[in-house]
């Protein structure tokens, strides 16, 4: 590998400030990215619909002068409209969907100077917790363990990131969408609250509320800095979340001070999961005690199960949708190729599900919402693990499978494997994954935390505290290494 043989020992705000000194060119930061796909890409499969040609034009015409100016950039490929990144939506029937405008929020992404060149892989519709869509010709592998699911719907995103192929990328989570794959590769994923970044143009939200947009990163400041970034309510928006004070990049030199904090090592029903999951939690809730916090065992009493039920209906109408609009653009029916088992499915469950069905899934929704408030009135924090067990193995979540329903809600689904995260989607309350203990076997494992609605920068606050107490920039997949040499 030539060029910048030390491209990945910065992120993304260290890259922007050796851009700004003078140290780095955009066209060098980007010939690095390049570079890395070619070099990763094969064994990872997470990068698609790359423009170099177009990148490099950009550059020659000249970037904004942001914060992010000259840093290589990757968008999710689901959503995130922008005009000459076409998109696949990790779908045969959406392949090569072209946009005629960007989104809110890449527009705010581009006027920070970022330097976007393609697109991450994603599974198809965004409803798996892997990232194995046909459209891409193959899964996406962790770079951890190749053996292994960066996770999903992001997993593309938390792959290219955690090999060092950018140091930050788009993401979004609907259920998890971030902080699952943060949690798989390593890296630092936070989901701010409910209508904290724009939804718009073509969208008012997504899944009832319950999607948001996000950013996967190796460092808390680069997460910090991006929110920061995207933050703000756009034209037209149905709702707005409650304003910063600071921001996030200010509330992380504000410490918070003797913090209630709930520790909960099972599932919010209780059940059991993975010992090294449920210790890294632990682990996690010792350094906060050492930092004057105090901290109870507790879990919140809510209607977890009736919540994952309601999530399914909507999710399911969601998919319906889409579905339904690209055939009408198309002029004609579903196709047997079209769609993969799942999605197949969770259209033809849609069918099924009556207008009153759905306000009633929505009801149940913001009623969970309500108890999960009511929880999070008591304390500060709630902390847990992310996934109930270390990375899965490929296949595992295959959107192969015949069930929409099974593949969310069985025994073996992904509300099973992912019991947390979906939670926080529908009460719209700010959480992050932090990459803070690895399994005996080399895999990365997340611990979750949780904040009351709005109370994001009190979240991101604690999370730098956790990075400053437990640094984990420095560790790195092999796979990231070789490429150096």
């Known amino acids: 590998m030539h060029g910048l043989s030390d491209y990945d020992d910065f992120d993304a705000t260290g890259l922007a400030d050796g851009v700004a000194k003078g140290r780095f060119s955009p066209d060098e930061l980007l010939s690095a990215a390049l570079e890395r796909v070619d070099a990763l890409n094969p064994a990872l499969n997470a990068v698609t619909q790359v423009q170099a040609d177009r990148a490099r034009a950009n550059i020659a015409a000249g970037l904004p002068d942001g914060p992010l100016s000259g840093v290589p950039f990757l968008l999710k490929d689901l959503g995130a ?51 194995e869509a046909a459209v891409y010709g193959g899964p996406t592998r962790n770079p951890w363990n190749p053996a292994h699911t960066p996770g999903g719907s992001s997993g593309g995103s938390g792959a290219a990131v955690a090999a060092g192929i950018v140091p930050a990328a788009h993401g979004s989570d609907g259920g998890g969408s971030v902080r699952i794959p943060a949690s798989s590769c390593g890296l630092f994923g936070f989901k701010p609250t409910r209508a904290r970044l724009p939804d718009g143009p073509a969208s008012g939200e997504g899944w009832g509320g319950m999607a948001i947009e996000g950013f996967l990163t190796r460092s808390v400041r680069d997460s910090a800095l991006l929110l920061d970034i995207g933050s703000g309510s756009d034209l037209g928006a149905p709702y707005v979340a409650p304003p910063l004070e600071a921001g996030f990049r200010a509330a ?53 199960q009736g919540m994952m039920r309601a999530w399914t209906k909507i999710v399911a109408c969601g998919t319906a949708l889409g579905v339904r609009s690209k055939l009408a653009r198309l002029g004609r029916d579903l196709g047997p190729d079209d769609l993969e088992p799942v999605s197949r499915s969770a259209v033809e469950y849609a069918a099924e599900i009556s207008g009153a069905d759905y306000l009633e899934a929505l009801e149940e929704v913001h009623d969970y919402g309500r108890q999960m408030a009511r929880f999070l009135d008591r304390y500060d924090l709630l902390v847990s693990p992310t996934l109930a067990e270390p990375p899965a193995k490929v296949g595992r979540f295959s959107h192969n499978r015949q069930s929409y329903l099974d593949y969310r809600l069985g025994p073996d689904g992904v509300f099973a494997y992912s019991p947390y995260t979906a939670c926080f989607n529908a009460s719209g309350q700010p959480a992050a994954s932090l990459p803070l203990a690895w399994s005996s076997e080399g895999l990365p494992i997340g611990v979750h935390l949780a904040a009351a609605f709005g109370a994001d920068e009190l979240l991101m606050s604690v999370c730098a505290e956790l990075e400053r107490a437990a640094p984990w920039f420095k560790k790195r997949p092999a796979m990231a290494k070789e490429v150096r040499k």
């Open 81 to 131: 409209e922008a005009v000459g990144f076409p998109g696949n939506n990790g779908s045969r029937l959406l392949r090569n969907t072209a946009y005629s405008f960007n989104s809110n929020l890449v527009e705010r992404l581009i006027a920070a100077g970022l330097v976007i060149f393609g697109r991450t892989t994603s599974p198809e519709g965004g409803i798996g917790c892997a990232t």
């Open 252 to 304: 992380m030199d504000n410490p918070a001070k003797g913090l209630r904090v709930a520790l909960c090592t099972t599932t919010f029903d209780g059940d059991a999961v993975h010992p090294e999951c449920a210790a890294a939690a632990e682990t996690a809730a010792k350094l906060l005690e050492d930092m004057g916090h105090h901290v109870e065992i507790a879990r919140p009493e809510a209607d977890n």
